[in-house]
């Protein structure tokens, strides 16, 4: 995306954001009197964690017609229906096939916040059938997915956005400009990292059986037939190799989004990785809970770093991006940026900037973006498209491999696979149960 046309983008919405942040979306259609055939009618797929957050807020927006939700655990169906029902807010239909949803002609656009394991195949279902979408991070599980939710949207040219929100904010985008100005000098070191010291170990527990309401064989979809395991359902999931990619593709899709927006980069040349369960060696978890990765691009590394139970990252910070120039570090993060210069003989080699505080709500904004431009057709607008978001969660997926190879590892870019023949057997995930990957 061209910097001045997302910074156009993102500054757009500001100044109304506040007040659709506070009413409910009922409340504020009626205001604006929005005629029944200017509705968009909206389904949710996978409403238990942020697949609610994202509907929740694209009903802010008065165009929406909230008409179908699907989960596979009736348990949360039957809670966000309460929920909803405390607002006056009534959902036409509940299922627990997300088939059904794509069935409905009726529907526009669909949010996909299930596990990451499902995003490629409900994706690539869902342009097939006609709807836009707007699909959580990651957007795939694999490099192979990343491919083939590009091309799906291309073939049937649907609106997809990825809920990477923090492109939606104005911080951001100025933090970029900023980077892009030259000011900091040569950049030859880019630091992204998420310390998480809120997360404690998972304890090992034994399999039984899905909790009533659960209709576990569609939850694992594509994934490996197992016995029904609390530890990998609703959550934790993202930290075993069949739903997900741990730390790096939970928290590293933003921090990482961010690197590569900065510094205007595509892929790197080459990546290597070290790290391991460190913290809670002995607990469920399948993916590092320590690690460090160095990606190789024309002229800068970029460094990604991640460590549970620990708060205490660079800068002071528990996430971030620092762009490290030859004239001063820009840091930047959820909360706002800040420029701290180089000291030369005493003296600063620039200005410092004083922290820039966030300004504005980068979800909500987010789905603005995604309904206006469900509305326009100008796909070109949106702020997170799956091109952008499935770049960044090809990258992330390079240092999951590079780990997990245990050596560094050498893009081809013109093959668009590795040069280790042992990376590449992680460039796709085997699917299971009668489900293949889309093909298009």
Same mark, same amino acid.
């Given at each position: 995306?061209? +910097?001045?046309? !997302?910074?156009?983008?993102?500054?757009?919405?500001?100044?109304?954001? &506040? /007040?659709?942040?506070?009413?409910?979306?009922?409340?504020f $259609? $009626? &205001?604006?009197?929005?005629? $029944?055939?200017?509705?968009?009618?909206?389904?949710?797929?996978?409403?238990?964690?942020?697949?609610?957050?994202?509907?929740?807020?694209?009903?802010?927006?008065?165009?929406?017609?909230?008409?179908?939700?699907?989960?596979?655990?009736?348990?949360?169906?039957?809670?966000?229906?309460?929920?909803?029902?405390?607002?006056?807010?009534?959902v036409?239909?509940?299922?627990?096939?997300?088939?059904?949803?794509?069935?409905?002609?009726? =529907?526009?656009?669909?949010?996909?916040?299930t596990?990451?394991?499902?995003?490629?195949?409900?994706?690539?279902?869902?342009?097939?059938?006609?709807?836009?979408?707007?699909?959580?991070?990651?957007?795939?599980?694999?490099?192979?997915?990343c491919?083939?939710?590009?091309?799906?949207?291309?073939?049937?040219?649907?609106?997809?956005?990825?809920?990477?929100?923090? +492109?939606?904010?104005?911080?951001?985008?100025?933090?970029?400009?900023?980077?892009?100005?030259?000011?900091?000098?040569? =950049?030859? /070191?880019?630091?992204?990292?998420?310390?998480?010291? *809120?997360?404690?170990?998972?304890?090992?527990k034994?399999?039984?059986?899905?909790?009533?309401?659960?209709?576990?064989?569609?939850?694992?979809?594509?994934?490996?037939?197992?016995?029904?395991?609390?530890?990998?359902?609703? !959550?934790?999931f993202?930290? !075993?190799?069949d739903?997900? &990619?741990?730390?790096?593709?939970?928290?590293?899709?933003?921090?990482?989004?961010?690197? /590569?927006?900065?510094?205007?980069?595509?892929?790197?040349? #080459?990546?290597?990785?070290?790290?391991?369960?460190?913290?809670?060696?002995?607990?469920?978890?399948?993916?590092p809970?320590?690690?460090?990765?160095?990606?190789?691009?024309?002229?800068?590394?970029?460094?990604?770093?991640?460590?549970?139970?620990?708060?205490?990252?660079?800068? #002071? +910070?528990?996430?971030?991006?620092? !762009?490290?120039?030859?004239?001063?570090?820009?840091?930047?993060?959820?909360?706002?940026?800040?420029?701290?210069?180089?000291?030369?003989?005493?003296?600063?080699?620039?200005?410092?900037?004083?922290?820039?505080?966030?300004?504005?709500?980068?979800?909500t904004?987010?789905?603005? #973006?995604?309904?206006?431009?469900?509305?326009?057709?100008?796909?070109?607008?949106?702020?997170?498209?799956?091109?952008?978001?499935?770049?960044?969660?090809?990258?992330?997926?390079?240092?999951?491999?590079? *780990?997990?190879?245990?050596?560094?590892?050498?893009?081809?870019?013109?093959?668009?696979?590795?040069?280790?023949?042992?990376?590449?057997?992680?460039?796709?995930?085997?699917?299971?149960?009668?489900?293949?990957?889309?093909?298009?």
């Amino acid at each position: 995306m061209k +910097r001045r046309a !997302f910074l156009q983008s993102s500054s757009k919405y500001i100044a109304g954001a &506040g /007040l659709a942040a506070m009413l409910p979306a009922d409340v504020f $259609a $009626a &205001g604006r009197r929005i005629a $029944a055939s200017d509705k968009i009618n909206v389904a949710a797929i996978g409403i238990n964690g942020m697949g609610w957050a994202d509907i929740t807020a694209i009903m802010k927006n008065p165009e929406v017609n909230l008409v179908a939700l699907c989960d596979v655990d009736k348990n949360v169906l039957d809670r966000r229906v309460a929920e909803l029902d405390k607002q006056n807010i009534k959902v036409a239909n509940t299922y627990g096939d997300y088939r059904k949803i794509l069935d409905d002609k009726n =529907i526009d656009a669909v949010v996909i916040g299930t596990p990451d394991h499902w995003h490629c195949k409900i994706m690539a279902d869902a342009c097939a059938a006609g709807k836009d979408v707007y699909v959580e991070k990651p957007a795939g599980n694999s490099i192979a997915e990343c491919d083939a939710m590009m091309a799906a949207q291309k073939r049937y040219n649907r609106a997809v956005q990825v809920g990477q929100w923090q +492109r939606s904010e104005k911080h951001y985008a100025d933090a970029v400009a900023f980077v892009q100005s030259g000011k900091l000098g040569q =950049i030859r /070191l880019v630091k992204s990292w998420a310390y998480q010291g *809120w997360m404690a170990s998972i304890p090992k527990k034994p399999d039984g059986t899905p909790p009533p309401g659960v209709d576990y064989t569609m939850w694992l979809g594509p994934a490996q037939m197992r016995p029904f395991n609390p530890n990998r359902f609703h !959550f934790n999931f993202r930290w !075993f190799y069949d739903y997900a &990619g741990g730390l790096m593709t939970d928290w590293g899709v933003h921090m990482i989004d961010y690197a /590569l927006l900065g510094m205007n980069a595509s892929v790197p040349k #080459n990546v290597m990785a070290s790290g391991g369960k460190f913290a809670y060696p002995d607990d469920a978890e399948e993916w590092p809970d320590t690690l460090q990765t160095v990606y190789e691009f024309d002229g800068f590394n970029m460094l990604w770093e991640h460590a549970t139970g620990i708060n205490g990252g660079p800068y #002071n +910070r528990d996430h971030g991006v620092a !762009f490290i120039g030859n004239n001063g570090t820009l840091i930047v993060d959820r909360g706002g940026w800040e420029v701290v210069p180089e000291i030369d003989n005493k003296k600063p080699r620039m200005e410092a900037v004083a922290r820039q505080q966030r300004v504005d709500d980068g979800l909500t904004l987010h789905a603005k #973006n995604f309904i206006e431009v469900v509305k326009s057709r100008k796909l070109e607008d949106l702020h997170c498209p799956i091109q952008a978001g499935a770049h960044v969660a090809t990258v992330c997926q390079m240092g999951n491999i590079a *780990w997990r190879v245990g050596k560094k590892i050498y893009w081809d870019a013109a093959a668009n696979k590795f040069k280790e023949e042992e990376a590449n057997k992680y460039l796709a995930k085997e699917y299971h149960n009668g489900y293949t990957m889309p093909k298009v």
